[in-house]
């Protein structure tokens, strides 16, 4: 019962691990949707929606970007919330602009949405190439203080 009502910070293996999990769970899926539009690119560039009036193949470009590249950098955890900037623009966009904000048309983006935005404030954890580089970085600064 004291676990369920305080639960451990989030610093703990527990919370880093189920972090990884979702990680490892939402970056494929949406790795999966990037994989999809590289597939199908030439029939996509005339008809990808252009809700910001730069143009279908850009678009779909900035979209296979977010959706390929930045997906790894989230799966692995580098440079983490920087590569989920183009993610979250990317559903906002999917959802504000394509879907009209309809829940009923723009479930799976509203889903994206949530779950990059929770994953954004909540950081990689600990099993991240992010946590190994802030630990090395750390670890240096405190060789050059030793007497």
Do not use: W
Request: glycine residues 6%.
């Amino acid at each position: 019962m004291k676990d369920f009502l305080f639960p451990q910070p989030t610093d703990s293996k527990g919370f880093s691990l189920l972090l990884l999990c979702f990680r490892l769970f939402f970056g494929l899926m949406f790795l999966l949707h990037g994989l999809e539009k590289v597939y199908n690119y030439t029939e996509l560039c005339f008809v990808f929606p252009d809700p910001m009036n730069i143009g279908s193949e850009i678009s779909l470009l900035f979209a296979i970007f977010a959706e390929m590249l930045c997906s790894i950098g989230f799966i692995i955890g580098a440079l983490y919330r920087l590569s989920m900037i183009p993610m979250l623009a990317i559903m906002l966009v999917a959802f504000f602009h394509v879907h009209s904000a309809s829940i009923i048309q723009g479930e799976l983006a509203f889903i994206y949405l949530m779950v990059f935005i929770l994953m954004y404030i909540s950081g990689p954890g600990q099993y991240s190439v992010d946590a190994k580089i802030y630990e090395y970085i750390h670890s240096k600064d405190d060789d050059e203080y030793e007497y």
